[in-house]
Every structure is written in C-alpha cells, then in structure tokens.
C-alpha cells in the first residue's frame, strides 16, 4: 500500500505469492521496495520514503514470529537502515491483509495515520503536539479501542536524529537510527493499526502446519533457554546477558574505556527479577515472555533490556536497576533511543572528566543524566548537540575519538576487544555499528557460559571466523524477512522455517535461505553505494584496534579487525557479484 502524506493519495497494490518466494517480507522486502525507488533525497526530505513492511510468518500463528520492520534512509548514519520491533503490531497489519506501507509525503498538520477495516484515513493529531510517546499510545487507545499504536514523542517532532518510535507503551529496544525524525519530517505522529474481527489467512495446509507448531513448541519446551518456567533467558530476560558477558569482562564500561567492573551482577537478570520487575510481558504466538515490565524510581514500564542495562547503565558507570529502569522510561516517554542515548551520555561523561565540556556529567549521576534526556528531546542548550547522537557529540567537543561508533551509530552491549567477532559483524553491518548481541548470541563467546553454542567452540582460526560471521549475516537477514524473533533461532533449525513457510502458504522459496540472505546483504551494499559509502567505511573506531584493553581478563587485547576484514572481504566480493547481478535483474 503507498501512501502519500502530501495529497493523501493511497494506492493499493495486490501482493502476489511470487512476491513473497522471491522476497519474504520485512527486511527483504522493506529494502527491495527502498531499492527500486533509489531516492538519494536527504533522509528528512518528505520524498524519502519510509516503508513498513511486515515479516513473512508475522501474523501466521508460527512461534514467534511477530517482527515488523521498518525500512528508511537513516538521517543519523545516511545508510540504509532497518528497525525491528516485536509486541502486537506486525500481528495487526497482516490481520488487515497489508503486506507492506510505502509512506511518503508530508501531512500539512501534525497527524495520525489510521488503518482499519474501513481503509486508510490521515488524522488531525495537533492536540497529540509535544505528548509524550506512551501518552500519545494511551489516549488514542482510549479513542479507538482495541488496536495498536506506533507513536512518537516531542523528540521525533523536533526531528532529534537520535529519536524512536515506540511501540505500543515501550517496545522499542532496537529501534535506532533516528526513525522517530522520520515520522517526525512526516508530521506524522503515530500510526494507529486497528484490524477488528478481519479474517487472518489460513495455513495452505493445517495440518502439517499445526504439526510442526506442536513440534517448536516441544522444542522450547526442552530448551535450557526458553522454557517458558526454567528457561534462564525466559526466567530472567535479555539483562540475563550482563552476567555473561561481565563474567568475562567483556562489558563496555566507562565509555568503553574498561571491559569489566565488579558491580555486574547488580544489572544482571538475577537481580533484576529480585528488584524491579513487576510482570512478563511477551509478543504475540511467543511462550517464552522475555519482555519485563519493571518499577524504576516510581514509574512502571517496559524494560529495561540488556542493550539500555549496557548503554544507560554499564557504560555510564551506573550499577543500580531501579535509575536504570527509570531512565529507561524516560528515554520511552520522549521518543529518544535509549541505546544510543545512554552511549552518547557516557561519551559527554568522558569529556566532562577530560575537562572537555561544560555543563560536566559526572559518572552514574542519573538525576543529571534524566535532565540531559530532556534537553535532548527538547533540543535545547547541550541537549542539541547530543541530539545528534554519540558520534557528533564526540566530534563537535574536539575529540571524535571518544566516540565508540561505526558510521556514526555506536557499537552497542560488548566490547570488540574482548570479542572479536563482535567487532568484525560491528565493522561490517550495513546499517553500521548497531548489532544486537541477542541478534547474533552465536557470534557473542560469552555466551558459551549460557550454554549457547558458537562459533568460537572449536577455536576457529580468523579466516573460519570470518567466514562464519558472514553466514550468520545471510541467516539474521533471512530471520528479518521472515519476521521471527532471533531468539528462535536458540531452539529452531533452518528446516523448521522452511517447513513453516512451505505448509502455511504452499510454495516453496524462489532461493535457498542462503542465497536469499546474500541477496539482502547485496541490496543493501548497492544502496549504500548510492548514498556514498564505500568499503573504506567498514572500519572500527581506533579505541578498539589501537588502544590495548587496561585490565581485567583480557588485559592487552585489542581487536584484530584488519586479520578479519581480509578473509571476510574476500568473501564478500567473490560472493557479491553474481547477487549483485541477480539483485539487479530483480529490481529492474
Ligand atoms: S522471545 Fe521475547 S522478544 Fe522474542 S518474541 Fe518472545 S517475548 Fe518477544
């Protein structure tokens, strides 16, 4: 479906099942409709398109597949980029039987675009100016009824680059790279998704469907992992990951000066569930419910995950749950990324001590911290320059090496040093250094102590290393398209998703997952081309190739990236230009 904000044009496209064997949907499909368009407009132009597109087994009844992706020109990085987000609203979209939103255009006034039964209508959301984004939820909750909302805060409407969108009151870790100014350029407040009693489409075969549904729900039963009353990961959710990788003093801390710090167990998910955590949240067709509802300083809300417990937390000198939380929340409540957030506060933290900048943030002073959130959202004194995230930040205070980030958006939960395949995917991810380690918990060595398995268990040398990371790329891109949480991938095998989609729409992929995911990849290569990125910007800030780690376990270590980078390129490229070819045919 296109709609254009401008005139309020809304054009409606049939979706064939050709389009889904060839593309999936989400990531795929986001980047391919991105593709075609080849706009090189600024990102906050209103001709930049922002397309929302839903993964293929969102909506299907398969075990945790709910991811909606958004995929847009990013203003914070000027690559290609792509959001994740779970909860209920991929659900919803598929119920309405949209594929794809291909939003571009303007609206004159500040509005909401609502999507029900009846079609798409655009409207007035002026009284919704300066709400904050779970504010925004609630009251077009009260006004519709049951349905789901995408909304933004004052920061997406002052088109803060470092700004979100949140998801139905808080679903919004990973949701980076400044898609709340997006909507923002939009005037476009929220996106209200309302399906009412729409038939969802049925499996092509129920019952082989319903079997292997019986099947994955058995496995995560038996999974160390994700049962849904044992599983540490489900018992304990994301933040079970502090304790892992502070174990192996593997954690950005300090401004990623340092990997390790005594107090990790205080943020890990242990003490997490003891302290602040409230209820289990979940996505929907997801029995493990790692999502937490928590109290920080008062204010109950989602989160926080490990990726804010990392940024906000960790990284920023600051080992208490409860601030954590309520920073968090705040973050939420603005319509400010909290990853990238907490990583730009702890870069201002590092110049304060420096003697860099004034007014100075001291090390885990949250209350200063909660203020600057403020600032940023309203853009305002000092609050202007973080607006633009940790990089610019860095950079406009005389020092752009203090910044941690890979094309202009922080590397975010685990230092490369200590994890050096964690640093390769950082350096190479076309979106830039915004990996999720729960996205890539193969590439994560601390993980080895959850009883996760990875790529390092046999002690690859860098060329097998590199090789792997690659192949986890192609695979997390099919995930993606799919619209499957990652975490499925801790229990499912590649065999159950092609099951899942061959019984549900009864046809096979154009493309092995392999292929496909290569196809991705090369998508994306070629439009970052096109906005001016080249190889020579896979690189890792020089705090993590150059500067020895101080202490702890890994004491001297730094990461070896150009021993990786040649391996990987080499593969890249042999592999690049046949689906560079393939892409192309495609696309035209
Ligand atoms: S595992 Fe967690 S993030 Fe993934 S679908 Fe379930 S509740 Fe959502």
């Not at 998910?269 to 955590?277: A, C, D, E, N, P």
């Not at 968090?328 to 590092?350: F, K, R, S, W």
């Not at 990875?454 to 192949?471: F, S």
Request: aromatic residues 8%.
């Amino acid at each position: 479906m296109e709609i254009n904000l401008t005139d309020g044009n809304v054009e409606e496209h049939v979706c064939e099942d050709d389009v889904l064997r060839a593309l999936l949907g989400g990531r795929c499909l986001g980047v391919a409709l991105l593709s075609r368009r080849r706009i090189l407009a600024d990102p906050l132009e209103p001709s930049s398109p922002v397309v929302v597109s839903v993964g293929a087994m969102a909506g299907t009844g398969f075990p945790l597949a709910n991811r909606l992706t958004m995929v847009f020109r990013s203003p914070l990085t000027g690559t290609v980029a792509w959001t994740q987000t779970g909860g209920y609203a991929a659900y919803e979209l598929a119920r309405l039987g949209v594929r794809a939103l291909i939003i571009t255009g303007a609206a004159e006034k500040l509005s909401c675009l609502l999507i029900d039964s009846k079609g798409v209508s655009l409207v007035d959301a002026e009284g919704l100016r300066g709400c904050g984004a779970m504010e925004t939820c609630s009251r077009l909750r009260q006004a519709y009824g049951d349905c789901r909302v995408l909304s933004i805060g004052p920061a997406g409407e002052r088109l803060v680059k470092i700004s979100t969108v949140v998801n139905d009151m808080g679903r919004a870790s990973g949701v980076r790279h400044g898609i709340g100014a997006i909507f923002g350029s939009k005037n476009l407040k929220a996106i209200v998704l309302k399906s009412g009693k729409h038939d969802a489409r049925k499996p092509h075969d129920t019952l082989r469907f319903a079997r292997l549904i019986r099947k994955l729900h058995a496995k995560m039963a038996s999974s160390n992992l994700l049962n849904h009353e044992k599983g540490l990961f489900a018992v304990h959710g994301t933040a079970i990951a502090a304790e892992a990788i502070g174990e192996n003093h593997a954690l950005p801390v300090q401004n990623y000066r340092r990997t390790w710090h005594t107090a990790f167990q205080e943020v890990g998910g242990h003490m997490l569930t003891s302290t602040v955590l409230m209820t289990r949240l979940t996505c929907s067709t997801c029995p493990v419910s790692c999502r937490r509802e928590t109290l920080g300083k008062g204010l109950r809300g989602e989160g926080p995950d490990y990726a804010q417990i990392s940024s906000l937390g960790t990284n920023c000198m600051l080992f208490d749950l409860d601030e954590i939380a309520y920073l968090t929340q705040i973050c939420y409540e603005h319509g400010v990324d909290p990853i990238e957030m907490g990583n730009t506060l702890a870069v201002y933290a590092d110049l304060s001590e420096r003697g860099y900048v004034r007014p100075k943030l001291g090390w885990g002073d949250y209350g200063a911290m909660a203020s600057l959130v403020e600032r940023v959202a309203d853009k305002e004194e000092v609050g202007e320059v973080l607006a633009e995230g940790a990089f610019e930040t860095a950079k406009s205070f005389g020092d752009a090496d203090a910044a941690p980030s890979v094309k202009k958006i922080s590397i975010q939960n685990a230092d490369p040093r200590a994890e050096h395949a964690w640093g390769l995917v950082n350096a190479v991810e076309n979106f830039g250094g915004a990996a999720h380690v729960w996205v890539y918990p193969q590439l994560v060595k601390s993980f080895q102590s959850l009883g996760v398995e990875t790529i390092h268990d046999d002690n690859p040398d860098a060329e097998k290393l590199a090789e792997r990371v690659y192949v986890k790329q192609t695979q997390v891109a099919v995930l993606d398209s799919l619209g499957v949480c990652a975490f499925s991938a801790l229990a499912f095998t590649w065999q159950d998703y092609a099951e899942g989609f061959t019984s549900f729409y009864g046809t096979v992929l154009e493309d092995d997952f392999t292929t496909l995911g290569e196809k991705i990849l090369t998508m994306e290569r070629m439009l970052n081309t096109l906005y001016g990125f080249s190889e020579d910007s896979d690189k890792l800030p020089k705090r993590f190739v150059e500067e020895p780690i101080p202490d702890g376990k890994h004491a001297g270590e730094v990461c070896p990236l150009n021993d990786l980078m040649r391996p990987y390129v080499k593969i890249r490229r042999d592999i690049g230009f046949s689906d560079m070819l393939s892409c192309l045919s495609f696309l035209s």
